[in-house]
């Protein structure tokens, strides 16, 4: 029986055509700058949508459900781990590259990769294992560039391999896509960081600091559509990602407040110095056991806090 293959040019023309619709300021997919390793083309996915599965179907994706967004290891169903950031933050994103007429297929891609490589036990591990391979090796970690490191051992393209490293530090995305991710990032974690603060009793709704919940709004869900439709308004027709004055004031105003109330508040320091025993202790042990520091960072930004704390209680 012989096998049928899509046809590639039938489909290309159909996505061109889809596309022409698409703002002046959108990538079209198949205008992608390529990949490290040139492949032939699907025939029934963009490369931007093969890049979007190759994420999914990973094994450092999966491993996102284990891994902290706040809280280490947390008691409870409801507190949102690094996956369920991910996926709030590439919906956000979605429903924004929607409403500018950018390329959804893009910005979902970048927005499910942009934490491929993050440590356990979120940010305080990223310092952790910075502070390790620093002392050690003179060099330096950076969890969008574990990112990259991933999404390029997936042959993932140009446009993806950008948005991911860009979604935070000082470079800015050469996409629109990936500043909707880099700034819905922030839109994302900020509100559900509140709603899971509360919930583990770090803070109650009445800490929140009235003058920016006046202008966000005075629940999560509200707070987001203000942030959402704001960033529509204040980026439609233009080539870049803006929010109003207000609105952007009012939200980098608020991310000061939860860093100083809960990501680096005095509650936080306990959780912070377990972080760095543990991963510092997994750290010494495998470099006595003369492992190459490429295969430490990779081992220990893929681990999830469980699978950190066993590892670690077993040394």
Not at 252 to 266: H, I, K, N, Q, T
Request: proline share 4%.
């Amino acid at each position: 029986m012989d096998v049928v293959r899509p046809d590639t040019a039938a489909f290309d023309e159909r996505i061109r055509t889809l596309e022409a619709s698409l703002s002046p300021f959108a990538v079209r997919s198949l205008e992608t700058r390529g990949r490290e390793l040139p492949e032939e083309p699907c025939g029934v996915r963009t490369p931007f949508q093969r890049d979007r599965d190759r994420i999914v179907h990973s094994k450092p994706f999966r491993r996102l459900k284990g891994k902290t967004q706040v809280f280490i290891d947390p008691e409870g169903d409801h507190y949102r781990p690094r996956m369920t950031h991910t996926l709030e933050t590439t919906a956000i994103s979605r429903v924004v590259a929607r409403a500018l007429w950018l390329n959804e297929d893009l910005t979902e891609a970048i927005g499910l990769g942009h934490d491929i490589g993050h440590t356990p036990f979120g940010h305080a591990g990223e310092d952790a294992l910075d502070d390790a391979v620093s002392e050690r090796f003179g060099r330096r970690f950076r969890h969008n560039e574990q990112s990259l490191r991933i999404a390029r051992s997936l042959n993932l393209t140009y446009e993806v391999c950008d948005g991911i490293l860009t979604h935070t530090g000082e470079r800015e995305p050469e996409t629109l896509e990936g500043r909707v991710v880099r700034l819905v990032d922030r839109v994302a974690y900020i509100n559900h960081d509140i709603d899971d603060a509360v919930r583990y009793g770090l803070l109650d709704e009445g800490d929140l600091p009235r003058a920016e919940i006046d202008v966000l709004g005075a629940t999560g869900s509200t707070r987001i559509d203000t942030l959402v439709h704001d960033i529509v308004e204040a980026s439609a027709g233009v080539d870049d990602i803006r929010q109003s004055a207000e609105v952007g004031e009012a939200m980098l105003s608020l991310r000061a407040f939860m860093f100083e109330r809960v990501y680096l508040g005095p509650q936080a320091t306990p959780e912070h110095e377990r972080a760095h025993e543990t991963i510092r202790l997994i750290f010494d042990h495998l470099v006595a056991r003369g492992d190459d520091v490429d295969e430490i960072v990779d081992y220990i930004a893929g681990m999830t806090d469980r699978f950190a704390l066993t590892y670690a209680d077993s040394l």
